[in-house]
């Protein structure tokens, strides 16, 4: 078993590109709370104004429940987004820099730090979005879209590149 | 910052991808995950206490099947936290522990440490098979509780070498005042 050698750092636009996504974070979590009321608010405006996309029938306890369960998952995807962006800033410079030390073929290194930051600063973002655009387009719509544009994309590059990665430090260990 | 050894290594990114993993798989299968574990629930009346009255008997399904999405939504969150403490900690203890016994007894309680995630698997798959309570009990007490106390001496251990111990990392530059002194452009002693 080899120890105390060093980590190499992966490139400065990788350690950038996670820096900016736990600032995002931070601002993210900063702003649910400062201004919670003017964004619930702001989303209940935009919903109102796209009756037909709520489905909002015009009575009152019907739409009431719409608005809320609609106004809950704006809110969850935010939360959601302050979470991921977080814990996925802290992924991307645990795995870049395991990748960084460990992959001999600069190939191998380039294609599991490109994956790794792509996928864990793209993901999050998905979060965002989402929240972005269900006052615009409903909860399951939205949803849908940034299932397929981002998240299945970005997720599915993270989780390939890990797998990537696990084999890379097990290739290490069986001292290939 | 120096690098810890590459078990662990491997451990606290298998921990994180299995976090990744868990998470799409509760993302993307919910009602699949649902269903088979209503299903489970279903095969094993016994274990979970069934009278013959449905709705007491539903109420109790819905709680199984709650408590297995929660052990499900646990895994996913606290793998993806574990494993980047095991990460960073194990890097904390390669470069500030100076004894090698005391660096491995520290790798090996954050590695179990690290596998402390797994047991919400247990706790998810327990539910199912053993019955809500005994289920949770058996996860409790045979896998979260042995695994979380391994990462909590495993940190305090880290932190009592912050606090007492020396460290190798950084290295200490010599004082100005005792290093040697050569002016410039004068000889060097041959053994310099």
Redesign the interface.
Known sequence: ???????RLPPRAVLLAAVILLLAAEIGGASMARFKLDLARWARGQMLARPAVHGLVGVRDVDERALDEALFRFDTGLRLFHMHAE?MA??VI??TT?AA??ARRPGVRRALVGALTLGGVGYPVGYLLWSALIPAWGVERSKTLVEWLI?IPF?GA??VA??G??AV??A??AGR | MRRPPLVVVLVAVAVIALGEASGAIIGALRPAVARWAAAQVAARPQAHGFTGSAEYDDEVRDRAVFATEAGLSFLHTHAEGMGLVAFFASTLVASVVAHRRLRALLYGLLTAGALFPVGYLVYAVAVLTRGREDGIALAETWVLTPLGVAAILGLAGLAVSLMWGAPTWPPTPPIRSEAPRHSRGAPRPPNS
């Open positions: 078993m080899t120890e105390r050698e060093s980590w814990g802290l992924v645990a795995t395991t030390t460990l998240w997720g993270t989780i890990l797998a990665l696990l430090i097990a290490r260990i």
